[in-house]
């Protein structure tokens, strides 16, 4: 199963409000979790299920989406969110991830 | 509180072989399943394989599959992964990370460890 990210690249200022969304090959109802990713680091668990907040993760960061469509939204963009966001799939194996949304700092 | 931490990384040549090992801590190993996911320099994450919670069911990417072998010793709290017939484009950062404990949710990974490097040498 594919994932599409888009854009690749977004450029944001802080207290912006911005979306990411991650498109399926095929459908795969709620299984999509997102992660965000900082230089260096190991990624973090943001949603799962599609929208469900992990928890100790901000209430600025919401997913919605099933089937094949798929968003993240951050409702006003802090400093600490810059950062690369990854969507992935886990209906199925083999598990795949979108090629990720790099945001930086406009 | 929950640790993963990798060790094995090296460079080795094409060809090679090399056996990855991730040791956790602050939860009951045994109850979880595990995966291996890598990034290469520069790029996205990719999935390598996952073991369920017994050892029992193991699953591969087709990038890896029939090189690559991964396994557990939940008597030592460990999960590893075996390299084999290593390629230049093996090189990556290797991360192990642990299944999320909710229900329907598996292939979730609420934890993971920091990262060992593979470099394949042509």
């Known amino acids: 199963i594919q994932l599409t990210q888009s854009p690749s690249f977004l450029s944001a200022s802080v207290g912006d409000r911005v979306t990411i969304t991650c498109r399926a090959s095929?459908?795969?109802?709620?299984?999509l979790a997102w992660y965000q990713q900082k230089p260096g680091k190991a990624p973090k668990l943001l949603i799962y299920?599609?929208?469900t907040l992990q928890s100790e993760v901000p209430s600025r960061f919401s997913g919605s989406g099933s089937g094949t469509e798929f968003t993240l939204t951050i409702s006003s963009l802090q400093p600490e969110d810059f950062a690369t966001y990854y969507c992935?799939?886990?209906?199925?194996?083999?598990?795949?991830f979108g090629q990720g949304t790099r945001l930086e700092i406009k | 509180e929950v640790q993963l931490e990798e060790f094995g990384g090296d460079l080795v040549q094409r060809g090679g072989s090399l056996r990855l090992s991730c040791a956790v801590s602050?939860?009951?190993?045994?109850?979880?399943?595990m995966s291996w996911v890598r990034q290469a320099p520069g790029k996205g994450l990719e999935w390598v394989a996952g073991?369920?919670?017994?050892?029992?069911?193991?699953y591969y990417a087709d990038s890896v599959k029939g090189r690559v072998t991964i396994t557990r010793d939940n008597a030592k709290n460990t999960l590893y992964l075996q390299l084999n017939s290593l390629r230049v484009e093996d090189t990556a950062v290797y991360f192990c990370?642990?299944?999320?404990?909710?229900?329907?949710?598996?292939?979730?990974?609420?934890?993971w460890g920091q990262g060992t490097l593979v470099t394949v040498s042509s």
């Open positions: 990370a642990k299944d999320h404990p909710g229900a329907m949710v598996r292939g979730v990974f609420d934890y």
């Open positions: 602050g939860f009951t190993f045994r109850d979880y399943a």
């Open positions: 073991l369920s919670a017994s050892g029992t069911s193991s």
């Open positions: 095929q459908g795969i109802g709620s299984y």
């Open positions: 299920t599609a929208s």
């Open positions: 992935q799939q886990f209906i199925a194996y083999p598990i795949t």
